[in-house]
């Protein structure tokens, strides 16, 4: 370093002013004490910008409160509720149908014969006991005579069985069989079991009379012959139950109509030849528009002899004519009605 270089004290001086001048146009300014007076003068608090919120808030929250379009939409509780409402009202209008109400008369007939049958078995099996008593007549235990006393009563009952079950099926089929003969079988099978089963515990037979062990010993033979009474009643109520007037078949589309029916081929005696109107007729005839079977015109055409749209025996030509059936299926079920 030079001498020349070194300041001088004027210089010095100067350079500590204008650092003085400068710190102090850079200190922070000091807020006067008339600011904290204003706010405490005005009332301008932080407690009343807190209630000016508040009340702003209560506005903006009445005025949404007023529109009811969140009350209209379905909470999904009320959809749940509405949709079994939905289905409750389709499965009622169901239940009215015709072709419903059959197909439960069908259902309910079913299980009704099936349990009678069932109870007719147990009545029967339960007068086992007391005909293999009366049939072996105090012969030893496991003797020839003892064994085949147990056969008496099941050979008796499976042909009572029989007679029932054929009652029974041809009866849920509308053809009720109307026999006095078989009538008076029944009877016999039936009265044949009671007298066994009582006959041991009548008064004046047995040494000791009781009034329970006569009735135990004829319960099964009672309930056998309710059965075999009341079943047939109950098919015959079934057979002319009334289910409503059928509903009709719906219209074929365009594309459908234009679909060939098949060809169904059918022999005709050479002395006869139909027209065209016949044949177009016993064409349409044996192509149901619906594909029904032999059972559902017989179920169709009880329904329309028991509304007496149809005679008791009707011909085989009212019938094709109602129900829209080939002339073999009309001929058929005519012979079925006029069969004894």
């Not at 506005?59 to 529109?67: F, T, V």
């Not at 939905?86 to 169901?94: D, N, Q, V």
């Not at 072709?99 to 299980?111: D, I």
Request: with cysteine; proline share 8%.
């Amino acid at each position: 370093m030079t001498i020349s270089s070194i300041p001088e004290p004027e210089d010095v001086s100067a350079l500590i002013s204008e650092a003085e001048a400068l710190l102090a146009a850079n200190a922070p300014v000091e807020q006067p004490a008339t600011t904290a007076l204003s706010a405490t003068v005005t009332g301008e608090t932080k407690r009343v910008r807190q209630l000016r919120a508040e009340v702003a808030e209560a506005h903006l929250l009445a005025d949404l409160q007023d529109d009811d379009t969140p009350l209209m939409l379905d909470s999904p509780k009320v959809r749940k509720r509405r949709r079994a409402a939905h289905e409750a009202a389709r499965l009622h209008e169901l239940a009215q149908d015709p072709m419903m109400r059959a197909w439960q008369a069908s259902r309910m007939r079913k299980l009704l014969v099936g349990a009678s049958m069932v109870s007719l078995a147990l009545a029967l099996s339960w007068s086992t006991a007391g005909v293999q008593v009366f049939a072996s007549e105090g012969a030893p235990a496991w003797s020839p005579a003892w064994v085949f006393a147990w056969l008496v009563e099941p050979f008796m009952s499976l042909a009572l069985l029989v007679v029932v079950g054929a009652r029974a099926y041809m009866g849920t089929h509308g053809q009720p069989i109307q026999s006095k003969t078989l009538t008076r079988i029944e009877m016999l099978f039936l009265g044949l079991t009671l007298g066994m089963n009582a006959w041991r515990h009548l008064p004046g037979v047995a040494a000791d009379f009781s009034l329970s062990t006569l009735v135990l010993h004829i319960l099964g033979p009672v309930v056998a012959v309710a059965i075999v009474t009341a079943l047939p009643i109950i098919l015959a109520a079934f057979t002319t139950l009334d289910h409503g007037a059928p509903k009709a078949a719906p219209a074929l589309s365009p594309a459908t109509s234009r679909t060939p029916s098949p060809k169904v081929s059918r022999r005709v005696p050479p002395s006869v030849s139909p027209t065209a109107s016949d044949q177009q007729s016993d064409r349409r005839s044996v192509t149901s528009p619906r594909g029904r079977s032999l059972g559902d015109h017989r179920t169709e055409l009880t329904i329309l002899i028991a509304n007496g749209a149809l005679p008791a025996k009707p011909s085989a030509e009212a019938i094709r004519k109602a129900l829209g059936c080939a002339r073999e299926t009309a001929a058929q079920l005519r012979d079925e009605r006029r069969t004894p």
